[in-house]
């Protein structure tokens, strides 16, 4: 280790500790104390507590599969992606929507802790990197200009720039819809059916694009988004959440 890296290590420390002192910051997931605040707003044991989904997993949806079904299937499919082909070929999350990983994207989204979306970012590539490799572009899920406008900023957006492709913002919402997880599954199709658009003149044709969103609940949202991108002549849509409400394996 050179003298710099040692000094700036050192600093950390001092300023970890002054901070602790001083403010007494509060984890954003479990409100105990946080004993690195220049690590950021979420303390270890939290971040460590994520329990992520681990193979095997459909990779379609990126459910949990039982693990009987995929004895040497190279590329595995749940039941209900095989009865029905939606947009989107592959889809994975760090984890299941539960949690500290519950918390920690309720702190990004609705509690301004907006550093929060770099950590979900590198730890989502690492999750998905099989998904993310030979793609040509992140596309972030769009926020409604209004509430885009409220929150300050895309937590979708902020993640899909940790992922180490391309950012492109490919999309916009063009009507405003009633958040998703306020909605019966029955109902969330219908919610979000035409409420994307292309964003102006941008060329999609022949690209393998990877939507990215905070949470995926039914896919709905996903799937419409998808829709869009595959008509504008894109090559392949996949998609990667930092959560995803898994529906439990059945056997
Ligand atoms: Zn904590
Ligand atoms: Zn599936």
């Given at each position: 280790m050179g003298k710099a890296p040692a000094v700036r290590a050192a600093l950390t420390r001092i300023a970890d500790a002054a901070l602790a002192v001083l403010l007494a910051p509060a984890c954003a997931?479990?409100?105990?104390?946080?004993?690195?605040?220049t690590a950021g707003p979420v303390c270890r044991g939290c971040w460590s507590s994520i329990v992520p989904i681990t193979?095997?997993?459909?990779?379609?949806?990126?459910d949990p599969l039982?693990?009987?079904?995929?004895?040497?299937?190279?590329r595995s499919r749940c039941p209900r992606c095989r009865r029905r082909r939606g947009a989107v070929t592959r889809s994975r999350a760090?984890?299941?929507?539960?949690g500290a990983l519950r918390d920690i994207v309720h702190a990004l989204k609705y509690?301004?802790?907006?550093?929060l979306a770099q950590r979900l970012g590198a730890r989502l590539a690492a999750s998905a990197a099989d998904l993310i490799a030979g793609a040509d572009v992140a596309v972030p899920v769009p926020l409604h200009p209004a509430r885009r406008r409220a929150r300050g900023y895309n937590q979708a957006a902020d993640i899909a720039r940790s992922l180490g492709l391309p950012v492109l913002p490919a999309l916009r919402r063009i009507r405003a819809t009633r958040s998703?997880?306020?909605?019966p599954a029955s109902r969330r199709h219908a919610n979000v059916r035409g409420a994307f658009a292309l964003a102006g003149r941008v060329e999609v044709t022949g690209l393998t694009m990877v939507l990215v969103d905070d949470v995926s609940t039914t896919g709905a949202t996903i799937e419409a988004c998808a829709r869009v991108l595959l008509a504008a002549g894109a090559r392949e849509v996949r998609a990667v959440t930092a959560a995803r409400v898994v529906s439990r394996p059945r056997r």
């Amino acid at each position: 280790m050179g003298k710099a890296p040692a000094v700036r290590a050192a600093l950390t420390r001092i300023a970890d500790a002054a901070l602790a002192v001083l403010l007494a910051p509060a984890c954003a997931c479990c409100a105990g104390p946080l004993d690195e605040p220049t690590a950021g707003p979420v303390c270890r044991g939290c971040w460590s507590s994520i329990v992520p989904i681990t193979p095997p997993v459909c990779d379609t949806c990126g459910d949990p599969l039982p693990s009987w079904r995929v004895i040497s299937v190279e590329r595995s499919r749940c039941p209900r992606c095989r009865r029905r082909r939606g947009a989107v070929t592959r889809s994975r999350a760090i984890g299941a929507y539960d949690g500290a990983l519950r918390d920690i994207v309720h702190a990004l989204k609705y509690d301004g802790r907006r550093q929060l979306a770099q950590r979900l970012g590198a730890r989502l590539a690492a999750s998905a990197a099989d998904l993310i490799a030979g793609a040509d572009v992140a596309v972030p899920v769009p926020l409604h200009p209004a509430r885009r406008r409220a929150r300050g900023y895309n937590q979708a957006a902020d993640i899909a720039r940790s992922l180490g492709l391309p950012v492109l913002p490919a999309l916009r919402r063009i009507r405003a819809t009633r958040s998703q997880t306020d909605l019966p599954a029955s109902r969330r199709h219908a919610n979000v059916r035409g409420a994307f658009a292309l964003a102006g003149r941008v060329e999609v044709t022949g690209l393998t694009m990877v939507l990215v969103d905070d949470v995926s609940t039914t896919g709905a949202t996903i799937e419409a988004c998808a829709r869009v991108l595959l008509a504008a002549g894109a090559r392949e849509v996949r998609a990667v959440t930092a959560a995803r409400v898994v529906s439990r394996p059945r056997r």
